[in-house]
């Protein structure tokens, strides 16, 4: 897979995309990242690529024809999904990372200042946010969803059953983990976790996984359907367990 972030900071991807799983995966052919700077493709002496905004108006507006150039220079494939990161997108979700990750080419356009010439958005195919608030720039999103994106293409995570698991996969967040001791302060390991039996530890998780969502992020149930064993297990915990416990014991 590919992925191409176009910004005027490139030095602000130095670090994230060279440690850890995306720098394994990046070695090993899985993925490769490029992050492109538009100011050269700025045609301005001074490779200044912003100017005042039409109507007056506090900051700066990123022209379109440097951002232009540089995305048309940088297109590989006539099908890679073009992505503008701004506060007035959809936000980001898993179901999108999902998506990301099944094209081969994948470009992540960075606004900055007071944003991007309204015309640049002819070019790209949607716009995303992370969510309901103001970053200084689209860089730090980039990074986010390219992380977000690259852990599912397959070979990057080694463990792929992990993910299936993980918040939001299943339209839940991810059941509590724990590891050792058993015992950390006053508080053990649940006691099913230790019993071996992995039908009885699948129903724990998923109820608590259903018992944790319920209580943290309600709107995620909405429309959410599981079996009567399910259903009676997320009964029987929410009978036992206080809202805010994990289910560890004391």
């Keep these: 897979m590919i992925i191409k972030i176009l910004t005027i900071f490139p030095e602000m991807f130095t670090g994230p995309f060279q440690t850890s799983i995306l720098k394994r995966a990046q070695q090993r052919g899985l993925l490769r990242i490029e992050v492109i700077n538009i100011r050269d493709y700025s045609l301005d002496k001074h490779r200044k690529v912003d100017d005042y905004p039409f109507g007056g108006g506090a900051g700066m507006v990123i022209k379109p024809e440097p951002v232009y150039r540089c995305l048309m220079a940088n297109k ?4 890679a999904r073009v992505i503008l990161l701004t506060p007035q997108g959809k936000t980001f979700t898993q179901k999108i990372a999902q998506e990301l990750a099944q094209e081969q080419e994948v470009i992540l356009i960075c606004g900055h200042y007071e944003g991007i010439d309204e015309r640049v958005k002819h070019f790209v195919d949607e716009e995303i946010s992370l969510g309901d608030f103001v ?3 689209g860089e730090i999103a980039a990074m986010a969803v390219t992380d977000s994106v690259a852990r ?3 070979g990057v995570v080694g463990d792929q059953e992990s993910l299936k698991e993980e918040s939001f996969s299943l339209g839940l967040l991810e059941y509590p983990q724990y590891t050792r001791p058993r015992r950390f302060l006053e508080w053990e390991v649940p006691q099913v ?4 039996d992995h039908q009885a ?3 724990w998780r998923r109820a608590q996984a259903v018992q944790r969502t319920f ?3 309600p709107d995620l149930l909405r429309g959410f359907e599981w079996s009567d064993q399910e259903r009676k297990a997320i009964d029987e915990i929410f009978q036992t367990e206080a809202p805010a416990n994990d289910g560890s014991s004391r």
Excluded at 76 to 79: F, Y
Excluded at 193 to 196: A, K, P, R, Y
Aim: net charge positive.
């Design 201 to 203: 530890i699948a129903r």
């Design 76 to 79: 590989e494939n006539p099908k």
């Design 152 to 154: 599912l293409v397959p």
């Design 193 to 196: 976790l230790l019993s071996g």
């Design 215 to 217: 209580f943290r992020r």
């Design 135 to 137: 970053l200084t720039g």
